[in-house]
C-alpha cells in the first residue's frame, strides 16, 4: 500500500493494484479509510473511489475530510451521486446485507 502522496495519489494506486490482479482472490480489510474525495470539484475521484469499495471486501468504512469540495450540490456529476447512492446502501444493514453478503459495515463520517 502505498503511504507517500495525496489522497488521490494513495487511492489511484490502490485501485490500480486491486484492478490488476482480478484473478485473486478479494481483497479482506477490516478498515477502509477514504479522504479527500472532494465530490463536487473537477479533481474529484469518485469513480475511481466506487471501484475501489466495490473490488475490496471490509467491515468499516471511515470517510475522513473533505469528503465535499462545497455544499452545493448542484456541482455534483453522475459519478458523484453513484458514489453516494452506493454509500447509502453500504449504510443500511438490510440492504448491506442483501446486496453485499455482509452482516454488519461501520460507516464513520469525521469532518474537518
Request: aromatic share 8%; net charge positive; proline share 2%.
Amino acid at each position: 500500500m502505498v503511504t507517500k502522496g495525496n489522497g488521490l495519489t494513495r487511492i489511484h494506486h490502490a485501485v490500480t493494484n486491486i484492478l490488476s490482479n482480478r484473478s485473486m482472490k478479494t481483497p479482506c480489510y477490516d478498515t477502509v479509510i477514504l479522504s479527500d474525495l472532494h465530490l463536487g470539484s473537477e479533481v474529484s475521484r469518485a469513480e475511481a473511489a466506487l471501484q475501489m469499495l466495490k473490488a475490496v471486501s471490509f467491515s468499516r468504512l471511515i470517510l475522513l475530510g473533505d469528503i465535499f469540495c462545497d455544499l452545493n450540490f448542484r456541482r455534483l456529476k453522475k459519478e458523484h451521486w453513484q458514489f453516494l447512492g452506493y454509500i447509502r446502501k453500504l449504510s443500511n444493514p438490510k440492504r448491506a446485507s442483501r446486496w453485499f453478503g455482509l452482516r454488519e459495515i461501520t460507516i464513520t463520517v469525521f469532518v474537518t
